[in-house]
């Protein structure tokens, strides 16, 4: 069902000026602001558990598990296809060998693929550009070459 130019989606939702009650909370809580964080960190330099715990994710955001691996590619293109077996044999012997768990192969293999496609992508664009202006030129001396000859006569 498709709706009219400037007809409401849901025509009995919120009403216009309507404040969210969570802005309407905030609202509340800015003005105290300082004098709330002063308490928490008082009560924090005191010992207080949770005081603490507030403090220092404010302070020190939590740092993602490094989801990198180690995993030597061979040398020159990936996409090649002796590089291309070579990479598949070797992720299979690190996940038999437990260098490499099933799931960081997958998603490594994910990865590559991934790779492989975005370099034969720009590889394919370049060759149309090249060939759009090789045919471009092509023309171009096709139709100076008329417009020589037509001068001639």
Request: aromatic letters at 6%; glycine letters at 8%; one cysteine or more.
């Amino acid at each position: 069902m498709t709706f009219q130019v400037g007809e409401s989606g849901n025509p009995s939702g919120r009403p216009k000026g309507i404040i969210d009650r969570r802005s309407k909370f905030r609202g509340l809580l800015e003005a105290h602001a300082e004098t709330i964080i002063q308490k928490l960190v008082e009560n924090a330099k005191v010992g207080d558990p949770v005081a603490l715990r507030l403090c220092v994710e404010r302070l020190l955001p939590r740092i993602k598990p490094d989801s990198g691996i180690d995993f030597p590619l061979p040398d020159g293109r990936i996409d090649a296809g002796a590089n291309m077996l070579q990479i598949a044999n070797d992720l299979v012997q690190a996940v038999a060998s437990g260098v490499l768990t099933l799931e960081e192969a997958v998603k490594f293999s994910g990865f590559l693929k991934a790779q492989r496609w975005a370099i034969n992508e720009a590889e394919r664009k370049v060759k149309e550009e090249v060939e759009a202006e090789e045919r471009r030129q092509y023309w171009e001396a096709r139709r100076k070459e008329r417009d020589d000859s037509s001068e001639d006569s």
